[in-house]
C-alpha cells in the first residue's frame, strides 16, 4: 500500500515513462499497444485510479485530479503520435521524402586543392618571383627529346624498359619534365629563364617512396656569364621560402647526362633540425633536388653556341617536397583519393 507521497511520484514516473514509449514508437500498431498497457481495463493508470479509494479522504480530491490529469495527457499524447504516424505514412506513400527537422544538420564541404597541387603552384610562385617564366611541354613525348638530346647516351640505364613506359621504340611517356628544356631552347634564344612543371611516369616499383607517377618542377636560366654560383643562389632562396631561414643547404657532387658538373641538393633536416632523426635516417639531411650547369653537348644539340652561353638547370620532385614540407611518410597517400587524408590540407 502507498502513501500519499509515494503515489504522487508513482504518477510522475508513470508519465515519464509513457511518454518515452510514445515518442519512441513508429508504428500504429505499437501505439494500441501502449494504450491498452497504461489505459486499459487492467492498464497502469487505470489501476491507479481505482486505489484512490485506499487513500485518506482528505487527500483523495487532489490525487484523484493528479491521476486524471496523467490520463488525459497520455491520451492526448497517444493521439498527437498517432497523427504524426499516420502523415509520415502518407508522405512515405506519395513517394516523398519525409523531413525530420529535428535529426541534427550534416555539415556540407568545399571542395580544396590536392596538396600536390597547392605545393605545385608555391613552387611556381616562389620562382615566379624570382623571375621565371612557366612552359609546358607534352606528356607524350619522343625518345629524342627525352633521352637523345639530353646526353643521354644508348646504353644508359634510365632507357631500360624497367624504367620508362615506351609505347613504342620512339614514343614513351616522359620520365622527367627535362624535354620541356630542350624544346624551349630549340623555340627561343638566350636569355631564356624558365620553370617547366608537370606530370612525369616511371616503370617503378610502388612503394613507400617511389610511385609509377608523380610530378616534377625542372627550371633552367641560360645566358652569358651564368655560374654555379648564380645557381647557389637561386636555390638558397627558393629553399630559405619554402622551409624557412633556419634551413641549411649542402651540395653534393653527383651525375646527371644533361649537366656538367651535376649536383645533389640536401637541407638540412626540418624535423630534427639536423640532430638526427628516423625521417633523415639519422644523417642530419635530406635529399630535395638534382641540379648542374647545363652540359655544352646539350646547347650544341638544339643550336646554342656554348662557347657564348652556359646555363643551370636543376630539377625536383614536387610530392617529395610536399612529404618533407607536412611530414608525409608515404606517397602512395597521394594516389588513393583518400578523404581523411585530402581535408587535412584545407589551406
Ligand atoms: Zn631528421
Given at each position: 500500500m502507498l502513501n500519499t507521497n509515494e503515489f504522487q511520484n508513482s504518477i510522475q514516473k508513470t508519465k515519464e515513462e509513457a511518454f518515452r514509449e510514445i515518442d519512441q514508437e513508429?508504428?500504429?500498431?505499437?501505439?494500441?499497444?501502449?494504450?491498452?498497457?497504461?489505459?486499459?481495463?487492467?492498464?497502469?493508470?487505470?489501476?491507479?485510479l481505482k486505489n484512490l479509494k485506499d487513500f485518506p479522504e482528505e487527500d483523495r480530491p487532489a490525487l484523484g485530479q493528479l491521476s486524471n490529469q496523467l490520463k488525459k495527457q497520455v491520451e492526448e499524447v497517444l493521439l498527437q503520435r498517432a497523427e504524426k504516424l499516420k502523415e509520415i505514412q502518407l508522405t512515405l506513400k506519395k513517394g516523398r521524402w519525409f523531413l525530420d527537422y529535428t535529426l541534427p544538420g550534416r555539415k556540407g564541404w568545399v571542395g580544396k586543392l590536392h596538396p600536390v597541387t597547392q605545393v605545385n603552384?608555391?613552387?611556381?610562385q616562389i620562382f615566379y618571383g624570382m623571375g621565371f617564366e612557366v612552359a609546358k611541354g607534352p606528356d607524350i613525348e619522343t625518345d629524342y627529346y627525352n633521352f637523345s638530346s639530353l646526353n643521354f647516351p644508348q646504353d644508359h640505364p634510365a632507357r631500360d624498359m624497367q624504367d620508362t613506359f615506351y609505347i613504342n621504340d620512339d614514343i614513351?611517356?616522359?620520365?622527367?619534365?627535362s624535354p620541356v628544356q630542350v624544346r624551349v631552347f630549340e623555340k627561343t634564344e638566350p636569355p631564356v629563364r624558365i620553370i617547366a612543371p608537370g606530370r612525369c611516369?616511371?616503370?617503378e616499383a610502388i612503394n613507400?617512396?617511389?610511385?609509377?607517377?608523380?610530378?616534377q618542377v625542372e627550371g633552367f636560366y641560360v645566358d652569358t656569364d651564368v655560374t654555379f654560383a648564380d645557381l647557389k643562389g637561386v636555390l638558397t632562396a627558393f629553399v630559405w621560402e619554402m622551409f624557412g631561414k633556419d634551413v641549411k643547404l649542402?651540395?653534393?657532387?653527383?651525375?646527371?647526362?644533361?649537366?656538367?658538373p651535376s649536383a645533389e641538393v640536401d637541407i638540412s633536416c626540418i624535423l630534427c633540425s639536423g640532430k638526427g632523426c628516423s625521417v633523415c635516417k639519422h644523417t642530419g639531411w635530406l635529399e630535395i633536388l638534382g641540379a648542374g650547369m647545363?652540359?655544352?653537348?646539350?646547347?650544341?644539340a638544339v643550336g646554342y653556341d656554348s662557347e657564348k652561353f652556359t646555363g643551370y638547370a636543376f630539377g625536383m620532385g614536387v610530392e617529395r617536397i610536399a612529404m618533407l614540407k607536412y611530414g608525409i611518410n608515404d606517397i602512395r597517400l597521394f594516389y588513393e583519393n583518400d578523404l581523411r587524408f585530402l581535408r587535412q590540407f584545407q589551406l
Open positions: 513508429n508504428r500504429l500498431e505499437g501505439l494500441e499497444q501502449i494504450r491498452v498497457k497504461y489505459l486499459g481495463r487492467k492498464g497502469i493508470i487505470t489501476s491507479l603552384e608555391r613552387i611556381i614513351l611517356l616522359r620520365t622527367h619534365t611516369y616511371r616503370n613507400s617512396r617511389s610511385y609509377c607517377t608523380f610530378h649542402r651540395f653534393r657532387a653527383s651525375f646527371f647526362p644533361f649537366t656538367e647545363i652540359d655544352p653537348a646539350v646547347f650544341d
